[in-house]
């Protein structure tokens, strides 16, 4: 079985998969190195054979999180590394290293899935788009803050917006004008993301009529669904990206 790995700025998405047929066997989101072994380790009946990884984090944090999976479960780990042109992708960055290496995977993942153009709106920690066109040329794309960083710039420099994270939850079951602090914050961080996947579909449009897919991946897609219903959510597009940057047999 094959350890996956994405790990964002915030948090590290694994899934253990089988060799032979990429069924997934288990998976989770965890916030620590040490809480991503424990929870590996905890699974019964598993024997890793291999380990792939996509990191946003610093070379060192990467590099002691493969010291870490080496000790633990001794197994390489194989990390994807930038490329200037891959499955019929072509990098649309000046300096194609300076890409964030989820950005590239999903772009990958997206247009093997949609043999097409294709929009990739990936809602994390940042919110960030990628286009590419038809013939694999990967057009670049645009990067802003994610409803964490919206919400927590507005804690941090205001000093009335407090509000715990219960509360966060239940203000967004509507998006109707909020009438508490929390509603007002949180539903309009929501409309912000929402504009800004809206955006991104005129961009599209512009570029290619109607002649193009648009993929949803990250943790907050469901919060912008409703918002561009053409979309296919697929949460594991870095990891689609993966498997054919890092293929393992
Ligand atoms: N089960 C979950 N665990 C943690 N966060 C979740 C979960 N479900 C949804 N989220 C939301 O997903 C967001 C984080 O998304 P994601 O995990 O894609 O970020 P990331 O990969 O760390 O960031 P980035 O990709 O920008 O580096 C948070 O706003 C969080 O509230
Ligand atoms: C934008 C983030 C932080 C999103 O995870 C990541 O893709 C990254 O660190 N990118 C490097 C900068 C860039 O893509 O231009
Ligand atoms: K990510």
Redesign the pocket.
Known sequence: MILEL?C????I?WRVIHVTDAAIESGG?VDSDQALVAEVAALASVRLTGCRIVS?RSEDETDALCALISRAFAVQALVAHPAREMAGVRNGYDDYQRLGM?RWLAALGAFHLARGACLVI?L???AKADFVAADGEHLGGYICP???LMRSQLRTHTRRIRYDDASAERALTSLAPGRSTVEAVERGCVLMLQGFARTQLDQARALWGEDFAVFLT???APLVREAVPQARVVPDLVFVGLAMACPLD
Do not use: C, E, L
Not at 8 to 11: A, D, E, H, L
């Open positions: 994405d964002g700025n915030s948090f998405k989101i946003v989820d990936d994390g920690t940042a994610g409803m964490p990250g943790g907050d």
